[in-house]
């Protein structure tokens, strides 16, 4: 049961805007920022919603590793494709132009792809897949990150998490939307298990030793120093469980999010310079767009999509188990418990949005006040 206090989703997405903007974000690109963000709690994925909202965007802003104003320039151009330099700007920004010019390509001439380089975390990247979704189009996107994934038999971190995210319109009231790291967890749950003081269960990390750690705030500090990695998906540092598997996919996700942009990757996109100084982190993102209607219809696919979750979902149960999820239906269960309750916001944030608040002088008083 939660007991967490909810803010009203309007208080949070109005807030937000206006702290953008006192940041320097222009009020357009703050209204897509703002939403994203949300998007991610609005799913029940915390790690990267109002938690990651001052520590990874306002705190990057006032360090000088993110440019509250995004500069896009288009460096290359044909009727279905599209690379983008995002000069460091707002990632989310950059990816919501990218996405709107890919949808308009994908429906006149069936499918379109892009990249994005020099640019800056973008959020959920559900969120970009699913603006294709609502077009009825499909959404294909991933984005390398900061090294945290270990590749199998090693314990360095050279990968980031990159998500391999996919959003697939049906028949149903949401759509299949699968949006995952390629790690075993990403590294913004550990985040949130830090904040919440919750520790990282174990066989999430390896480490250089070997030992077992599963404080939450000591984990991301010895990301940070680099005497630990995330594990990729299956586990790691051996292939005994076929870690080599996420580990193969981390490694697609970032060579497409690099090569096809001609941007940076791995240890480049770490945020600090060989000093240990902060720098630009300069990641890339890619995305692909497909319009059903250029293969047998979309009343097709959207049918034959929802009839192949359903069967997977009345298939025979495991003992002790009631039910069997597709991708994308916990989230769209979530909605439908929040959104005429709010925001549940922890303790640490309550703290972090009076503080913004108080100083920008901004007119809010939120629920959790007494």
Known sequence: METRPYV????????????FKAYGVPEEDAKICADVLLESDRRGIESHGCNRFKPIYIDRIVKGTLLPKTDLEIIK????????????????????????????????????????????????????????????????????????????????????????????????????????????????????????GKETPEGMIV????????????????????????????????????????????SVVEILSSALAGGEFMKALSGVDENGKPRMYHLGHFFFVVDPEAFMGLDTFKKIAGDICRQLRNS????????????????????????????????????????MRDAHNLPYKFPFEV
């Open 207 to 250: 480490t250089h030793d070997g030992s077992v750690v599963k404080d939450s705030s000591q984990i991301l500090k010895m990301l940070v120093d680099g005497t630990a990695a995330l594990a990729p998906l299956g586990g790691g540092p051996s292939d005994e469980m076929c870690g080599y598997k996420g580990y193969g996919y981390a």
């Open 316 to 355: 025979k149960k495991a003992i002790g188990y009631d039910r069997i999820y597709t991708a994308g239906e916990k989230e769209y269960l979530v909605w439908q418990e929040r959104k005429d309750k709010g925001v549940p916001v922890s303790e640490a944030v309550q703290k972090e949005l009076v503080a």
């Open 77 to 196: 151009e044909t009727p279905t494709t599209v690379v983008m330099d995002a000069h460091d700007g707002m990632g989310m920004v950059a990816a919501h132009a990218m996405m709107e010019k890919l949808i308009r390509k994908a429906k006149e001439y069936g499918m379109a792809g892009g990249a994005i380089r020099n640019s800056t975390h973008y959020g959920i990247a559900g969120y970009w897949s699913d603006m294709a979704v609502k077009e009825g189009l499909i959404g294909v996107t991933g984005t390398n990150a900061r090294p945290s994934i270990a590749p199998t038999f090693g314990v360095e971190n050279m990968l980031g998490t990159n998500p391999l995210t996919f959003s697939l319109p049906t028949d149903e009231e949401f759509p299949f939307c699968l949006d995952c790291a390629t790690s075993i967890v990403q590294r913004g749950k550990i985040e949130y298990y830090a904040r919440i």
């Open 8 to 19: 009203p989703w309007e208080m949070m997405n109005n807030f937000m805007i206006d702290v």
